[in-house]
């Protein structure tokens, strides 16, 4: 599994946070990634959404409780949902240690993190058509917040039409896949994106973080696009 390594800045802390970031699970291997955050050692560990795989209901439930009860034993952990997370309730997530955050965000030593919930969760997802809109009633009240604002936001398109005009310091996204074929640094193909789309992987805007998917649920190869996970510091701005 790799990792990758970003470092964010933010003038409301007095403190460093090391945040992992693991997106798109769809029943990967837990053992590697267990091992992959032993190694990051995070102060949180945050989830914006796709946690199941394929297989029957029964499998797809006994591998998110497996693996968010990992999480929660490696770090405090929270988690959002992506588009098909249909089986991931309160009670399966609370059980296991962790929060859900479903429209809502909670306060965590100094941070606030808010979840973001996949319009397309429990509907047929279109890889060639839009992305439903999300349920922004909550992103008014979250963005009015003093604190540091860490968003959850499964996919990364909801980022410009959204959320760049909110008072959001940061968001966490995934769903991209990295464009599952990387060519000269730039994806092929997303979902809700279309051909050579925008957010697949790295940085954004200095807030944006896009992950490039611990896991995979279709047969289609990666081509030069590693599975990782996020390792995201987010450190006192040096001028505060």
Known sequence: MNISHYKLYSRKIDRKYRI???????????DDLRAALREIGPDIITVPGDIEGAGPREARVQYARSFIDMCASVSPTFVSLGNHDVDITHSLVAECGARLLTDEYAEHEGIVIGGLTSGSLGKKHKRFGKTPAPDLEFISSFACLDSCKLLLSHHPEYFKQYLSGQDIDFVFSGHAHGGQWRFFGRGVFSPGQGLFPKYTSGVYEGCL?????AGDHNGIP?????????CVEILPHPQR
């Open 20 to 30: 992992a970031l693991v997106a798109d699970v769809h029943g990967c291997d837990i």
């Open 209 to 213: 973080v896009v992950s490039r998917a």
């Open 222 to 230: 990666r081509i030069f696009n590693k599975n990782e996970i996020c």
